[in-house]
Structures are given as structure tokens and as C-alpha cells.
């Protein structure tokens, strides 16, 4: 709320970036001309429903998609496109510039290998030249930092719980010092206890570090408590962004609008029954014309139903994609 | 949200009552350390001495983390586990050891929906053939129209309408929220009493959920229906619960009225839970610290009060004391050495 993005530096820029899985259905369009930024040191929520194009997108940020998917538009990372590497300079950039968490650790981790194993493969894989004691050394100060105790390096992921196998994640992703972690449902299979730890882990790592974090979530309480802006997805189109604070306190889009007053709350004090919003997502091989909200929209216009609006400001860096908050809006509805 | 205000000395308004149930299960070993072991066996304490009851008309909610046992005592509710110690009565009956037919003859009474409606649902079976299935078993009298006709009506009432034209869907066939309202209606044509629900929408997107709640919550007033709601997730909870009841380890620590526990919490172990609820709200964030550690191996379960190596307030006593569930406020009871200091 206090910081201004026009002083922070800039980690991604994604620009009009689009997704097309070649399904046998047809094309669908997962991710749809979305652009956003990301800064250094900041913790962004991606929220949606299930099938927005959310983890396709994050997954996008790594460059990875299935072959027959169509990828267009572009992701500059430092400048450079990622679209356009080649394997040596992807994989360089897989490790040490962006890493990814996903939701069930203990298929992502290796069940015959130990943590340090795990940790010191990532470090050699990466710097080739680097000895296995001076490697050791590096994974030992990483696994105080997480809070995991040293014995644990000699331990086997099953003997680790939940939240410890999560920590080895993210510890995977620092050992060679990446600047962006990928959080894709990483929190989503443990216990809340568990997870208010985690996400105090991801605060401290943005403090401290200056890591930046992608948190990829259904959950919306977690990236109010957690987050510093947030961005809405639905049907693969960036809905809504902004700061946590003038998102949650003042949703423009009626999406946004709608998905937040069904979040259900633990406060006594507010309100009884959840919204329900009528309908359901659109197939994504044939997104409906114009705004791919509109079926749905409650205050749909005439325009919603034929022309796409932009993202747009509407306070400072708070952009929406509705039409509601754009010049064409007015002559379309009267 | 409406407060059941049965009086609690009458008996008979319990539909089920649990008194001090255990359930143990032995823990799997190989042929190795039976012989080193010789004759010794482990257990996992999955349930460990929970009483409850819950009244007729109520929904009652089991809540608490992974490994706490709140599925376990749901499965025992319904008699889907037999107790390894304890009893069970449902409307008046006891249903502890109950078995073959009679047990059979009980289920109709006693139905359950699952987090996974694609992993519950037969997905050769078309949704009406499904619904009405249950009915073949139970209400073998009734010729196929008649059990055909009760599928159609029960497809109506859970929103799954045209009726006729999801009778003929497979569940692939539609959207994770049509296919739970179909698990409900197969649960609900038997009429029965007492609904368990596990977890029953934590699948589900969130404006998927609030439509699934409105629902049960509809159907609960129309069929006159008893819930168990186990669920993880305390927030939810809300929404539904009457009722909720607080578990960690295998052991019952707290119980109350919604309203009472969320706003006057007794146990630590409640209070780290309801605090590690994220709101959403960003000027709301949490500021409490989290208990430390995770939750302890259940086959060797700390001595005492099961909380105490993560409490805050943890004494000598709590190490070697088990602490009983107490009243301490008017239906409110809470397993703590220490809860006064609360009140």
C-alpha cells in the first residue's frame, strides 16, 4: 500500500503472452493475451477457479508446457525472452533464476535419495566444478535458514513430514540462489498450522533474501495474509490486479467481486451466508465472444457480449479487465 | 445458522452417543521384526477414548489436522470400522458390535458422501442408475418405475435438473459440482437419518462450495437430516456447523456451540487452529506466533495431555496428567489443565 511499483525493479515482464493447447476438441485457449509484471522482493497471489489457466501460466514462466502447446507473445526475464532460449540457456535460467514448488512434494523429491543428496546434485548440476564438502557446507547453511535441523540432511524424504519436504522444495530452489520461487499449490495439502508456518517462511525468504514469490492458489485467504499484490484469472484472461489492500477493500470486476465474497471467513462478525455466483466457466475451446466473463456478469453491458476489453488502470496500478471502467463502456450501455 | 436449543439431559434427543471409543489399528510387520519382536505389536492410536453425542436435527462438526482421527470417528459413527473399545449408540440402539444383516439393514439409515465425488461415483454407471442403486439393496419391493421415478425426483431436489437429462449422464460427463450434488441425492434416497459428510466439498472451487453448503443446508431442513461434517478446514466449518468438536491425536479436546468455540476458544490447541485460519482480509493478518513442531507419531503418543510438547503453557502436571473433557462454560467442555485461565 505504502510502495509505489514505479520504484521497484522489474524480475518478469510478460507481455500480451498467449497459450494454445492443440486438444483434438479443437485449440484451447488456456492463457489469453495476458501481460503483468513482476517486481523484485514481492509476494503476488495468482488466484481462479480450477482450469483458469493459472498453473498453466506459472508453468509458462518456466517455459514449460506440453509440446503441442502453441506459446505466443513474450516473457522477458532481465530483458531477454525466454520464448527464444535454447536448451543450455533454459536450463541455466530453470535453475538459478526461477524455481518451482508444487503441491505434492513427495512426488517432486527423490524417495531413494536424502535431502542432502538432493541438495548437492542441485548445486553440482548447476556449477559443475563445485566440490561435494564445499557444496555440503552451502546446503548446511540453507537447511538452518528453512528451519530444518541439521540431522535432517541425512534423512530420507518419507521420514520427513509434510511441511519439511516442502521446506527441502524451497530449499532446492535457494541453494543456487534463485531470485524467483513458483509456488504452485504448495501450501494447498498441509495441515493450517503447518501452512501459516510455511507462508511465514515465504515473508522472511522476501525480507531477507529478496526473493520474489508467485504464489499460484484457489486459497484467496492466503494471499490476503501473505500477499502484497494479487493477481484474478478467469478463463485464461488476467481479470483483475493490484495491491492486496485496494483489491480486497474495493474489487472492480464483478468477478473479482463475486469470487470474494464467497470466500468463507472465520470472523464472527461478518456476514452469514456466502454468495453464491450463478453458472460455470466457459469451455475454453469455445470462449464465449467479447469478455469471457460476461454470461456470467451481473452488470454486463452490450459491448461485453461483442468487443474484449483491456486491462486497464483504474487507480494507480490497479488494473481491470472489464468494461464497466472504460470510455466505450458509457456509449455501449446507453 | 440456527442453534439447536434441545435440552441436553433428555436422552432421547441424541441420535448417536460415543462413549469412550478407541480405535487401534495394529501396525503392519514384516516377517523380520516379528521374530525380533517376538509376540510384541504396535498400534496406531488413530482413536483414543472419545465420547460425544450429537443431537437429532444437528450438524456437528469433527475438525482438526491430518492424523487427528476425525475420519476414523466418523467411520466409527456409521459403523464402516468396528470400535477396538467403547460404544456407540444410534437412536437409542446400541450399534457397537452390530453385524451382517442387521448392520445392513442400519446403513440405510446412515449414509455418507466423500470428498471425491469422481472416486465415489461408478463411472460405467449412469447418474440415475447410480442414485437409484442404493434402493435396489434397501427397498428391494419396489419395481423398477417406482425406483426409476425416485431417482428423477431426487435429481430434482439437489439441483440437478432437467431431471430426465442428467438420469442418463455418466459422471465424466459433467462439471465436479454436478457430480457431488448426484453423490448426494445417491445418499439421500434411501432417507436416511444421519448424513456423514468427509470432507465433503474441500474439492470444490469457492463459488462451487458456497452453492454445495447452501444445499446441504436446504436438504437438511427438507429430510429432517442429522451431519457429521469432518472437515479440516475451520472456516467452512462456519457455514454449516451447529455444533463442533475438536480433535488432535486421537483425542476429543474441545467441544461447544460454533458461535461459543470460535469466540471464546479454551484449549491452546484450538486457539493456534484458529488463529492459523488466514482471513481474508489484509488488514486482518495473523500476528501469533504457531506452535512449534507438527503433529506426533500416533503410535507412540506423548503421555499426558497428547498437546503438551507443542503447548505454550505446558507444566509438569500436563506431562503426565491426561487431562478429562470439562464444562467450564454452559455447553462448552474442554480437555486443558489450564483453561481456566481463559474463562
Not at chain 1, 189 to 198: P, R, W
Not at chain 2, 46 to 66: K, N, Q
Not at chain 2, 292 to 299: D, L, Q, R, S
Request: hydrophobic share 40%.
Amino acid at each position: 500500500m505504502t510502495t509505489t511499483t514505479a520504484d521497484k525493479e522489474v524480475l518478469i515482464q510478460v507481455r500480451d503472452f498467449s497459450l494454445i493447447y492443440k486438444t483434438r476438441l479443437g485449440p484451447l485457449s488456456a492463457v489469453d493475451h495476458v501481460s503483468f509484471d513482476l517486481y523484485k522482493g514481492e509476494i503476488v497471489g495468482l488466484v481462479g477457479e480450477s482450469g483458469c489457466g493459472k498453473s498453466t501460466l506459472g508453468k509458462a514462466l518456466l517455459r514449460m508446457a506440453p509440446p503441442q502447446a502453441e506459446l505466443t507473445g513474450q516473457i522477458l526475464f532481465q530483458g531477454q525472452n525466454i520464448l527464444q532460449f535454447d536448451d543450455d540457456q533454459l536450463r541455466d535460467f530453470r535453475g538459478r533464476c526461477v524455481s518451482m514448488i508444487f503441491q505434492d512434494p513427495m512426488t517432486s523429491l527423490n524417495p531413494v535419495q536424502r535431502v542432502d543428496q538432493h541438495l548437492i546434485e542441485a548445486i553440482q548440476v548447476h556449477e559443475p566444478r563445485t566440490p561435494v564438502a564445499a557444496a555440503l557446507e552451502r546446503a548446511r547453511a540453507l537447511i538452518g535458514r528453512l528451519s530444518i535441523q541439521e540431522r535432517r540432511l541425512k534423512d530420507y524424504p518419507h521420514q520427513l513430514s509434510g511441511g519439511m519436504r516442502q521446506r527441502v522444495m524451497i530449499g532446492l530452489g535457494l541453494v543456487l540462489n534463485a531470485n524467483l520461487i513458483i509456488a504452485d499449490e504448495a501450501t494447498t495439502s498441509l495441515d493450517v498450522i503447518v501452512e501459516a508456518k510455511l507462508l511465514d517462511q515465504f515473508r522472511e525468504l522476501r525480507d531477507e533474501l529478496g526473493i520474489t514469490v508467485l504464489m499460484i492458489t484457489h486459497n484467496i485467504a492466503l494471499v490476503a495474509e501473505v500477499a502484497d499484490r494479487i493477481a484474478v484469472m478467469y478463463a485464461g484472461q488476467m481479470a483483475e490486479i493490484g495491491s492486496v489492500y485496494e483489491v480486497f477493500d474495493a474489487p472492480r470486476h464483478p468477478y473479482t467481486q463475486g469470487l470474494l465474497a464467497s470466500v468463507p471467513t472465520i470472523s464472527l462478525d461478518e456476514r452469514a451466508e456466502l454468495f453464491k455466483m450463478g453458472g460455470e466457466p466457459p469451455n475454453l475451446t469455445h470462449p464465449p465472444q467479447g469478455c469471457r466473463f460476461h454470461p456470467r456478469c451481473p452488470q454486463a453491458l452490450p459491448i461485453c457480449a461483442q468487443r474484449e476489453p483491456a486491462l486497464q488502470p483504474v487507480a494507480g496500478d490497479h488494473l481491470v479487465h472489464c468494461w464497466l471502467y472504460q470510455t466505450h463502456a458509457s456509449q455501449g450501455a446507453s | 445458522m440456527n442453534v439447536q436449543s434441545v435440552p441436553q439431559t433428555q436422552p432421547a434427543d441424541n441420535l448417536v452417543e460415543v462413549r469412550d471409543v478407541k480405535k487401534w489399528f495394529p501396525v503392519q510387520q514384516g516377517v523380520l521384526d516379528k521374530l525380533l519382536a517376538a509376540g510384541h505389536q504396535d498400534y496406531i492410536h488413530a482413536v483414543d477414548g472419545v465420547s460425544f453425542e450429537i443431537r437429532r436435527g444437528e450438524v456437528f462438526g469433527l475438525a482438526g489436522e491430518s492424523g487427528s482421527g476425525k475420519s476414523t470417528t466418523g467411520r466409527l459413527v456409521v459403523r464402516m470400522e468396528t470400535p477396538t473399545a467403547g460404544t456407540i449408540h444410534f437412536d437409542g440402539q446400541d450399534i457397537t458390535t452390530l453385524g451382517g444383516d442387521e448392520l445392513r439393514r442400519l446403513r440405510r439409515r446412515m449414509q455418507i458422501i466423500y470428498q471425491d465425488p469422481m472416486a465415489s461415483l461408478n463411472p460405467r454407471m449412469a447418474l440415475g442408475e447410480a442414485i437409484g442403486y442404493g434402493l435396489k439393496i434397501h427397498a428391494p419391493e419396489l419395481s423398477d418405475a417406482e425406483r426409476h421415478q425416485r431417482a428423477i425426483d431426487m435429481l430434482e431436489k439437489v439441483g440437478l435438473s432437467p431431471a430426465q437429462f442428467f438420469y442418463g449422464k455418466f459422471p465424466h460427463q459433467i462439471s465436479g459440482g454436478q457430480r457431488q450434488r448426484a453423490v448426494i441425492a445417491r445418499a439421500l434416497v434411501t432417507r436416511p437419518s444421519l448424513i456423514l459428510a468427509d470432507e465433503p466439498i474441500a474439492m470444490a472451487d469457492v463459488s462451487v462450495r458456497a452453492l454445495l453448503l447452501d444445499l446441504m443446508n436446504q436438504l437438511k431442513r427438507e429430510f429432517n437430516l442429522t451431519y457429521l461434517f469432518i472437515t479440516h478446514d475451520l472456516a467452512t466449518a462456519k457455514y454449516i456447523c451447529d455444533r463442533v468438536g475438536i480433535m488432535y491425536l486421537g483425542k476429543l479436546v474441545e467441544v461447544a456451540e460454533l458461535r461459543e468455540l470460535y469466540s471464546h476458544p479454551l484449549h491452546p490447541y484450538t486457539q493456534a487452529l484458529l488463529a492459523a485460519v488466514p482471513v481474508p482480509n489484509p488488514h486482518k493478518r495473523r500476528t501469533q506466533a504457531m506452535p512449534e513442531g507438527e503433529i506426533p507419531n500416533p503410535i507412540h503418543p506423548p503421555a499426558g495431555c497428547r498437546f503438551h510438547p507443542r503447548c505454550p503453557l505446558a507444566t509438569e502436571e500436563c506431562a503426565v496428567e491426561d487431562p478429562p473433557l470439562r464444562a467450564l462454560r454452559p455447553d462448552h467442555t474442554v480437555a486443558c489443565h489450564h483453561a481456566e485461565r481463559f474463562l
